[in-house]
């Protein structure tokens, strides 16, 4: 019971307190308008062309916080709060996407390693839970230890794109920081909210990670405990 309660339920609340967070801070800075006027759109932009990237197509999506970036259509997608928008918190979503567009540019090993891994990983996240469960109903022993195994299998593809994502993840928002003061996009004294909001968002792919490692590792614990039965 403490062995599931660390593992399932402690990342569980991990993961609720960083969708709250980013929630929170998001919230907050995107009623904060930039003393630029600057919109998300154009902050994307002005990151790309510095770095000189001028063929990627920045578009509109529905949605809140459904920003991202496409290295196969080389695509920037934002929000529509994101795309128009002016706000601290606007800008610098708008322009870690751009970070992640650099990255594909200068050819990022961490980007291309996780490239890699998304067909293997889009997989395994539609087959996982359904290996797990029919493992459970089965038992751990023979058939239901297969399964299990397969789902084993399944939760580590996950975990290792998940932890792959965290430099990626870290690296364009340091970029994004640093390209919006240094273009004069956002003042040294409007970052507190830019930092808020990435650093909150940021914490999510702890989580998700957290949350993946704490799965796999407590269905290694069934294996382990049913081979011991034998």
């Not at 430099?167 to 808020?196: H, S, Y």
Request: aromatic content about 6%; hydrophobic content about 50%; charged content about 15%.
């Amino acid at each position: 019971m403490l062995i599931w309660f660390i593992l399932i339920i402690i990342p569980m609340l991990f993961g609720f307190y960083a969708q709250m967070r980013v929630s929170t801070a998001y919230n907050r800075n995107v009623q904060i308008p930039s003393r630029g006027h600057i919109t998300g759109r154009e902050a994307a932009a002005a990151v790309m062309e510095s770095a000189g990237i001028h063929d990627v197509e920045i578009v509109r999506v529905e949605g809140q916080l459904t920003d991202h970036y496409d290295p196969s259509e080389k695509r920037l997608a934002l929000s529509e709060h994101n795309y128009d928008g002016t706000s601290l918190a606007a800008l610098g979503v708008s322009a870690h996407e751009a970070g992640h567009a650099i990255q594909h540019k200068e050819g990022y090993a961490m980007m291309n390693f996780r490239q890699v891994l998304v067909p293997s990983t889009q997989i395994a996240s539609g087959s996982a839970q359904f290996l797990i469960i029919l493992g459970i109903v089965l038992g751990a022993k023979a058939l239901g230890g297969i399964f299990l195994m397969l789902g084993a299998i399944a939760l580590a593809v996950i975990c290792l794109f998940q932890l792959v994502t965290l430099p990626v993840e870290f690296d364009a928002t340091r970029r994004a920081k640093v390209q919006l003061v240094n273009l004069g996009i956002v003042g040294k004294d409007e970052m507190e909210g830019v930092n808020e909001t990435l650093d909150a968002a940021a914490l999510t792919y702890v989580a998700a990670f957290a949350a993946s490692l704490g799965s796999l590792l407590h269905i290694l614990l069934i294996l382990m405990g049913g081979r011991n039965r034998d």
